[in-house]
């Protein structure tokens, strides 16, 4: 199984990005997806999460601000992030809850980040 994050990019304060989140591999099931972040000099923190009952959840922070959703046909995780703002810069990392065919359980699985860079 493999998470292969992307859309990342430099980005002016107050604009938009897209991220995506391309599950593949052997997969049975796709539980809950997740969105997190790690800025410089700060540690790992969870900016969105989207449960299989498709209710989403954010921190303040980020409430108004970024969207989690997922396409089932595509195994891919979307984040879209508007309003953006410096403090938002960091590597975003997508992780979901799955059970592959090999496992007989499931297990959170990582993707690599991709790098946002929002300027002044």
């Not at 790690?38 to 790992?44: A, H, L, N, S």
Request: hydrophobic share 30%; charged share 15%; net charge positive.
């Amino acid at each position: 199984v493999q998470l292969q994050a992307s859309g990342g990019g430099l980005v002016q304060a107050g604009g938009s990005l897209r991220l995506s989140c391309k599950v593949s591999g052997a997969i049975f099931s796709i539980n809950t997806v997740t969105w997190h972040r790690q800025g410089p000099e700060k540690g790992r923190e969870l900016v969105a999460t989207l449960n299989s009952g498709g209710n989403a959840v954010y921190p303040d922070s980020m409430k108004g601000r970024f969207t989690i959703s997922r396409d089932n046909g595509k195994n891919t995780v979307y984040l879209y992030m508007n309003n953006l703002k410096p403090e938002d810069t960091a590597v975003y990392y997508c992780a979901a809850y799955l059970k592959s065919d090999s496992v007989s359980q499931f297990e959170w699985n990582w993707g690599q980040g991709t790098q946002v860079t929002v300027s002044s």
